[in-house]
């Protein structure tokens, strides 16, 4: 074997083992999230701690609510403890990438550009877009809102919606806009005090948030024309086993019938999708 063949063979096998290390790291680097939460036995979840029923604080402090009960059972069954860290919900993706946070749970919609930014589980509860007026408003139906003022959370799949589909709202509305809060329940309280004619927000919030109000028959909920949207997990893109494992716990945890234990305490029926 020649000299000029015995060094190019040298730099081919070179080249090729370059290529199997880089797939290596390749495919550490995805699952090293997965392996910090399995090191730390814990699973850091992003949520809004306003979001009444999915996840908010009640009297004494204390965070509750669907998604805290669900991923309770659902880190149980995966082995891990859930540990809740609130965020700003406007920056909840650039959390997620920081590493912040290791997953966006907390009544998170998949909407199509959000899968540009991160993963999804496999979906877990059904949910769409309502318009919640005063009934002495004569607002019951979405045509109503022509010059009216609508309101909106910063930031939520609502707003989204609003801004992706313009003709169902965004283009009969005041200014072809809407008044965005931090928090639906600042939205309401403006609601209440007449400063807007209509809140868009999920039909899960409005029914909970009034149910819980001593004037809540002076509120109607109007459907309108937008898609119905479903709730998943977030995680950071290119977490596939991350994603996969939590797949497997919200399967088990429905198996064990946990996760309909814990919608009929929120809801009074089973919404989790299988």
Known sequence: MTMRRMIKLAGISLITLSVLVGCGQSSKEKNSQWDKIQKNKELVIGIDDTFVPMGFRDEKEQLVGFDIDLAKEVTKEMGLKAKF????????????????????????????????????????????????????????????????????QEGSSGYEAFENKPDILKDIVKDQDAIVFPTFTEAFMDLEAKRIDGLLIDKVFAEYYLSKQNNSQEFQLVKGKYDNENFAI????????????????????????LSQKVSQKWFGENRVIK
């Open 85 to 152: 860290q609130p965020i700003d919900w406007t920056l909840k993706e650039t959390e997620l990438e920081n590493g912040t946070i290791d997953v966006i749970w907390n009544g998170y919609t998949v909407t199509d550009a959000r899968k540009n930014k991160v993963d999804f589980t496999k979906d877990y509860l059904v949910n769409e877009q309502v318009l919640v007026t005063r009934k002495e408003s004569k607002i019951s139906k979405f045509s109503d809102m022509k010059d009216k003022t609508l309101g909106a």
């Open 234 to 257: 977030g995680v950071k893109k290119g977490e596939v086993t991350l994603r996969d494992e939590l797949n497997k716990g919200l399967d088990k945890a429905y198996a064990d019938g």
